[in-house]
T-cell receptor, first 113, second 112 residues
């Protein structure tokens, strides 16, 4: 089944403890992206990648890192999480970055205390 | 990307057609109309998109007016599982990486 898989689905952590949220897609998509969703603010893009070894900042990249070493994986790294990064995170992918529909993962709900 | 306007909420009886309107009066010639939905806190789900012609797939139909200033997403036989927030987005092939702006969408409640 074609899908975008995120792990974990839920994560509670403490301020400053490094964490990684994994994202994997099995559709051979070139474009991958991370979003966060907060009440009243909608979906905001954090980082995106147009292909392997090509990444760039979205609207809200501060406090996040990403890597794209292989086409299927696009992990989101929080080196030193803070409470304002408590949010619902979505990974998405599309065949190419211009106008193909995005396919989203089921989300990761992160709480930083 | 052009701005879209959607009603904040709608109700629909189960088994009936749900018609969700979207206004995009400033749409330009190369902009597509996309529809996504988000069920509770799940990831947004792509439904359908179109440029000028009406489109239909296994999930829904998209009717775009001749002047392209508005469109309607039709769920032909709504079920309780179609209760979700529906987002109408316009986007062109020249949008580059400008992020999709989901806006507030229409909260559709399908009632038994």
């Amino acid at each position: 089944e074609a899908q975008v898989t995120q792990n974990p689905r839920y994560l509670i952590t403490v301020t400053g403890k490094k964490l990684t949220v994994t994202c994997s897609q099995n559709m051979n998509h070139e474009y991958m992206s991370w979003y966060r969703q907060d009440p009243g603010l909608g979906l905001r893009q954090i980082y995106y990648s147009m292909n392997v070894e090509v990444t760039d900042k979205g609207d809200v990249p501060e406090g996040y890192k990403v890597s794209r070493k292989e086409k299927r994986n696009f992990p989101l790294i929080l080196e030193s999480p803070s409470p304002n990064q408590t949010s619902l995170y979505f990974c998405a992918s599309s065949l190419e970055f211009i106008s193909s529909p995005l396919h989203f993962g089921n989300g990761t709900r992160l709480t930083v205390t | 990307d052009a701005k879209t306007t959607q009603p904040p909420s709608m109700d629909c009886a189960e088994g009936r057609a749900a018609n969700l309107p979207c206004n995009h009066s400033t749409i330009s010639g190369n902009e597509y109309v996309y529809w996504y939905r988000q069920i509770h806190s799940q990831g947004p789900q792509y439904i359908i998109h179109g440029l000028k012609n009406n489109e239909t797939n296994e999930m829904a139909s998209l009717i775009i007016t001749e002047d392209r200033k508005s469109s309607t997403l039709i769920l032909p036989h709504a079920t309780l599982r179609d209760t979700a927030v529906y987002y109408c987005i316009v986007r062109s092939s020249n949008s580059g990486n400008t992020p999709l702006v989901f806006g507030k969408g229409t909260r559709l409640s399908v009632i038994a």
